[in-house]
Structure formats: structure tokens, C-alpha cells
């Protein structure tokens, strides 16, 4: 069986038809949804690019990899989900983006090269790459954002596009009457990029997915990871006018949000990037352009959904639909993501199993608490590999979509945070190793845990689903939150190091020294059966020993 694991970037668990969008149509997620089960309480265990996709591909939570900010990098030797496939027998492709930064330091000391096989796959988050495209090639007085090559922008010049940086000159910016109008300014979303719609990024990287698929050789999984509808929000003709200011919904956030705040919740509300989304002006030229980038996004699944169909190998391909986080949008007060409301830390997961031991649950929606992290484990399962207990902390899914429920499924969702980078930071004068913010979810509670000595934000989604109001103040709630950190603390306790060292191993272990020799503490030696002190008696042959 192949896996098509596909990520969107920022994409909001929200936006889909599927998922109750009230004016958004996206037939092709949804058509994935009624092949498979649509997973509603799907969390990813960091809300930023970096963090939350190095947890996803190494199937480990951030405080066990590490790579706890954006650039990251993410240590040598960390098990991938590559490295856990190919020893399945499957081959791991990535066409698009990981956000990974190297281990250069690692990599040299232990004498690595970039240029071999395994050099490389350390450097690309243990995947063969097809095509590496992070997306954002911004240029400032400083140099590019991004030094390495953009095969995106080689593409754009083989097509005609001229300049030096054609993927911002024309994918990312507008034509305004013979100006560039730039994605990176809110007031040009409502303007089509200066460029031809199949030439844009999401079609770019459906045809080269198209391409690996019609020269790969099964079994494959290969990792499609779009840079859409991650900002900057702008999107060529049609999609620019497919949505208006009419199809925005009124921000989810209220005027007592603001009052007396949580102190990381209050920096957060006077960042420059609140400030915009806090505007009426922003949310309407903003928002139809990410809807336009959301529904783009569906037609290009349709492509390769078609695809798949046609060809046949839809029936051997298991096919994963989500993203790293979600986008404030001026819910809460808040654009971006990194706080822990669900249009942030919750995300959209889809998968279809073609499999027959699938089809009770096609088309049904589950609602038992998901991590990001149970991805890995499910395509080791579904490859038919053994899952490594001992280094993936994630649950493979795959009992979920054949129908069973486990009974020793998670209780609670984890999610991390490291602000320290942040503007909010340094407002607050958090040290960095303070500046971590912790998530515990347990399905009907949700609290935020800050370092530095603040106190927690606890929201009861059952009797406030829009997460408005801050229970984390009142004395009335310390049972909640007892319980809460207890659950912090369990996963706090785990066992997350013995990386090399599986149970099974453990288990064949037990007891095999003794039958090897090693006999200590034996009082006179009826302790023990005979056979095992064979080798140690019977006459002595010579005599050294001082009379």
C-alpha cells in the first residue's frame, strides 16, 4: 500500500465544507471525508510551523526532539518518519515543504556530508526529496530569509516570469496599475496575483506530485506539503473574487477578553499582527483571499484525486488530509496562531484506508482525542512494520478506522509552546528558558500553564464551546485544575529516552545474563539450578595459589 500524506499550512479545521464551513464549498476534502473517517478533536503538539511539523515527522512531542522554535534545528540521529518506513520496507518522498533547518553542527561532528544518502536524509528530516520548497523567499536589507535554492522560482523563470525574485514579484504580489502591489500589505488581499493561475504555487506543486506519482515505485509514501494557505494572503484570479467581504464571519472574541487578561494572553493582544486583524478593514480584504487559498487548495486535490482514480491506484493508496496549526483570523483578539484557542492548536484530520477492514467507518466522524503524533505510528502499522513503542509517542489510528475502540486511549492532548523568540517575551520579561507555555486538553477542559510564575487559563468547552471566558482565576475551578496538572504531570513522567532500547528487548533480556555466567550474590549456590554452574566446578588442574 502507498500513503499520500498530505499538509496544508495554517490551514483552520474550520474552513472545510466537511467540517460545517457555512459559505466555503470544498468538495474534494469532503469527498475524502466520505471515503474515510474525519477525525473532529485532531491537536497538534506545537502551534508553529517548525515544532509542530518536527513532532508530526519524528512522531515525538517537542520536549522529547527538541526543535522547539521555527529553525530549530532538529538534532542528528533523531528517528523520522522516514527512517521508521524504510525499515518497513517503504520509501519516504517529500515534495514541498518541511520547514527543517539541519543539524550542521551535529552533522560535521560526527562527519556526515550533506552530499551522501544518509547526510542528506539527516539534513531533510529523513526524507528523499523530490522537491524542498518552504515557500517564503523574502528578501530584506539584511539578505534573503531563506538561502537555500528555490526550485519554485527556477520554475517561474523557465515559464517567462524575469527578476530576481519572480516567486514575490509575481506570485506574491498584485499588478496595480503598472506597480507591484505586495502580498506581505493586508490592502492588496483583495487584488489577484500577477500571475497565471496554473502557475501559482498550489497548482506548481500538484504537478510535480502528479510527476513523482507516475514515476515512483510502490510502496511509497510521499509527504505533499503546501505552503498555502499560510500567509501572505493573496491568490491569483479566480479565487481572488470568489469570496467577499459578506462571506467573513463575525471574529469570535469579546470586549471581557480584554479585561484584566492573562499576562501572556494580554502581550499577545498588543502585537503588531493583533492590531491588524483587530481591524474590521483587515478581516475583509483578508479573509476572502485565505477562503480563495482554501478553495484552490480543494481544486488541486481534485486534481490528484482524479488522478488516482484514473489510473487505479486509489485502491492501494491510503490518503491523510491535514495541517500543522490553524490561524487566529481575528478570533480572540489575535491574528497568526501560537496560543492554544482551537482555530490555533486544532487541526483538520482526514484519512482514508482502502482497505476492507476500513469500510464500517467510510464516511463517519470520530471524535476521540487526536494528536499529530499519531501519524507516524499509523504508517509504520499500515506499511506493516512493528510500531517502535519505545521512540514514537503517538497511537497508530488505525484501530479507530477499522472500527475498534481501545480502551486504553488517551485521556488528555498535549501541546507546547516556546515563546521565547517573541515579541510577547520580551514585554513580559520572561527568560527564555521561562518562556514555554503548555496546553492539557481532556476533551471538555482546556488549560494553558505558563513558566515564569503566571497563573493558568482554563476554558470549559462544554458550557463555553467559543472559548470567551477565562475560568483560570477563580478558586471555583481548583479541582479542574488539580486534575488537569495531574494529567500535565503524568506526561511529564513518561518514559521518552530509552531510544535504543526496545520493550521487546527489554523483555528478551530478563534473566539471559544468568544463563551467560554472570552468577553474583549466590550464598553457597543451591540458589541457582545446576546446569548453571556447570562451567565452574569440577577439579582443580593447577595450583597457584600461596600455601
Avoid at 492532548?413 to 520579561?429: C, K, N, Q
Wanted: charged letters at 25%; glycine letters at 8%.
Amino acid at each position: 500500500m502507498n500513503i499520500l500524506f498530505i499538509m496544508y499550512d495554517q490551514l483552520r479545521w474550520d474552513y472545510l465544507g466537511c467540517a460545517g464551513h457555512p459559505t466555503l464549498d470544498t468538495p474534494n476534502f469532503d469527498r475524502v471525508a466520505a471515503m474515510g473517517v474525519r477525525f473532529s478533536n485532531a491537536y497538534v503538539q506545537s502551534t508553529i510551523c517548525g515544532a509542530s511539523r518536527m513532532s508530526t515527522y519524528t512522531g515525538r512531542y517537542v520536549h522529547s526532539h527538541g526543535a522547539a522554535t521555527n529553525n530549530s534545528p532538529l538534532r542528528v540521529g533523531e528517528w523520522t518518519m522516514g527512517d521508521h518506513l524504510r525499515k518497513a520496507g517503504m520509501d519516504c518522498w517529500l515534495i514541498g515543504k518541511t520547514h527543517m533547518a539541519a543539524d550542521a553542527e551535529g552533522m560535521a561532528r560526527l562527519g556526515l556530508s550533506p552530499d551522501s544518502v544518509i547526510g542528506a536524509r539527516q539534513a531533510e528530516c529523513g526524507f528523499d526529496v523530490w522537491q524542498r520548497d518552504d515557500g517564503l523567499w523574502a528578501q530584506g536589507p539584511d539578505g534573503p530569509y531563506d538561502s537555500k535554492r528555490s526550485p519554485y522560482n527556477a520554475y517561474l523563470a523557465s515559464k517567462g516570469y524575469d527578476g530576481e525574485n519572480p516567486w514575490h514579484d509575481y506570485a506574491n504580489a498584485a499588478d496595480d496599475a503598472g506597480s507591484i502591489a505586495s502580498g506581505w500589505i493586508f490592502a492588496n488581499a483583495d487584488k489577484p496575483a500577477n500571475i497565471r493561475e496554473e502557475d501559482s504555487e498550489t497548482p506548481w506543486l500538484t504537478t510535480e506530485t502528479l510527476k513523482f506519482m507516475a514515476e515512483a515505485k510502490s510502496p511509497w509514501c510521499a509527504h505533499v506539503s503546501y505552503i498555502k494557505p499560510h500567509w501572505p494572503y493573496i491568490v491569483p484570479a479566480p479565487y481572488h473574487a470568489m469570496y467577499g467581504a459578506n462571506h467573513v464571519p463575525v471574529p469570535n472574541r469579546a470586549a471581557s477578553e480584554q479585561d484584566d487578561p492573562h499576562p501572556v494572553f494580554g502581550a499577545y493582544m498588543k502585537n503588531r499582527i493583533a492590531a491588524a486583524f483587530q481591524q474590521d478593514a483587515v478581516r475583509e480584504k483578508v479573509i476572502p483571499a485565505y477562503m480563495g487559498l482554501v478553495k484552490q487548495c480543494d481544486d488541486q486535490l481534485g486534481r490528484i484525486l482524479d488522478h488516482l482514480e484514473e489510473t487505479g491506484v486509489i485502491k492501494d493508496t491510503m490518503i491523510v488530509l491535514t495541517s500543522d496549526h490553524g490561524d487566529y483570523l481575528g478570533d480572540h483578539w489575535l491574528g497568526e496562531k501560537e496560543l492554544f484557542h482551537d482555530c490555533s492548536v486544532k487541526v483538520p484530520m482526514i484519512v482514508y484506508d482502502p482497505r476492507p477492514q476500513a469500510d464500517a467507518t467510510r464516511g463517519t466522524v470520530s471524535n476521540a482525542l487526536v494528536e499529530s503524533i499519531d501519524l507516524a505510528p499509523t504508517f509504520v502499522e499500515a506499511a506493516g512494520g512493528k510500531v517502535a513503542g519505545n521512540i514514537l509517542e503517538g497511537q497508530s489510528l488505525l484501530p479507530l478506522l477499522h472500527g475498534e475502540t481501545p480502551a486504553d486511549w488517551r485521556r488528555y492532548v498535549i501541546s507546547e509552546y516556546d515563546y521565547s523568540a517573541t515579541p510577547a517575551a520580551a514585554s513580559l520579561g520572561v527568560t527564555p528558558r521561562d518562556a514555554r507555555l503548555f496546553m492539557v486538553f481532556d476533551g471538555r477542559h482546556k488549560m494553558m500553564h505558563a513558566e515564569g510564575g503566571f497563573r493558568p487559563m482554563l476554558f470549559d468547552l462544554d458550557t463555553d464551546p467559543a472559548e470567551l471566558h477565562d475560568l483560570g482565576d477563580s478558586n471555583d475551578h481548583d479541582h479542574v485544575l488539580d486534575r488537569l496538572y495531574d494529567h500535565l504531570a503524568q506526561w511529564a513522567r513518561r518514559m521518552s529516552q530509552r531510544l535504543t532500547r526496545s520493550d521487546d528487548q527489554i523483555l528478551a533480556a530478563r534473566g539471559k545474563s544468568i544463563r551467560l555466567g554472570i552468577l553474583p550474590f549466590l550464598a553457597d549456590g543451591s540458589e541457582v539450578p545446576k546446569e548453571l554452574l556447570e562451567k565452574y566446578v569440577g577439579p582443580t588442574r593447577q595450583t597457584y595459589s600461596a600455601e
